[in-house]
């Protein structure tokens, strides 16, 4: 009797089990035709498409999940919530014991003894990235003020909101040493004792959005001592 009721149960929660399973793919479902209505109705709803790529991505549907995206950049290419749920599809992964960051997968890049080289792939645009640290009695003020290296003509400069870091500076350089007049950004991150620099031109790059994403991926929590 005992035998019979354990299977009983089980028989039981097994069928619960599928129950829900189908009304949650009944769900899925639900949710991506009132999607794809709403923005075959409203082409321009931005929001849609964000939402219509995420629940391509609940079914690890990614073919999907970037045609939708790729579709609301070309109508907006600088909406920047959806070009980052495509970065983070698209990109790629460096990680070192020394820093972590995503970069895009048509990117190459080059390892050295003291540097970090990421260069587009029409060779355009690049990024160097060079590590550091400073005294634990240093202050960040005391720090830039010894970073004599100068990368041209000093235009600009400020704190930075960059995530996963304490604090970052930026300097903006004009270079004209090549004949013509190139801008070049300089990005100090500081985590503790810590200090990344990030080197990148020109600044008026179309790939200076794939930099944003970069950044905003930098983790520095296993930078070894």
Same mark, same amino acid.
């Given at each position: 009797r005992h035998?019979?009721?354990g299977s009983l149960f089980a028989v039981y929660l097994l069928s619960s089990w599928i129950i829900v399973a189908v009304n949650r793919n009944k769900d899925w479902k639900d949710n991506l035709s009132s999607y794809q209505s709403i923005v075959r109705a409203d082409p321009n709803n931005k929001k /849609?498409? *964000?939402r219509l790529g995420e629940l391509y991505l609940e079914k690890n549907? $990614? $073919? /999907?999940?970037? @045609?939708?995206?790729n579709r609301v950049l070309s109508i907006d290419p600088n909406f920047a919530e959806a070009y980052r749920v495509l970065f983070g599809l698209s990109s790629k992964k460096f990680s070192k014991d020394n820093i972590s960051f995503g970069y895009p997968e048509t990117f190459a890049v080059?390892?050295?003894k003291n540097q970090i080289t990421i260069t587009s792939n029409d060779n355009t645009f690049k990024i160097e990235i060079q590590f550091d640290k400073k005294t634990s009695i240093q202050s960040i003020d005391?720090?830039?003020s010894r970073k004599t290296n100068s990368l041209g003509t000093l235009i600009n400069q400020g704190p930075a909101l960059i995530p996963? %870091?304490?604090e970052a500076y930026v300097k903006i350089w004009q270079d004209s040493s090549t004949g013509s007049e190139l801008n070049k950004m300089q990005f100090f991150l500081f985590k503790k004792d810590r200090v990344v620099e990030f080197r990148v031109w020109p600044s008026d /790059?179309?790939?200076?959005?794939?930099?944003? @994403? *970069?950044?905003? /991926? %930098?983790?520095?929590?296993? *930078?070894a001592r």
């Open positions: 035998w019979i009721f /849609s498409y *964000i549907d $990614k $073919k /999907s999940a970037k @045609e939708v995206l080059e390892e050295t005391e720090y830039l996963n %870091v304490e /790059s179309k790939f200076m959005r794939d930099f944003d @994403e *970069i950044l905003r /991926s %930098v983790k520095l929590d296993e *930078i």
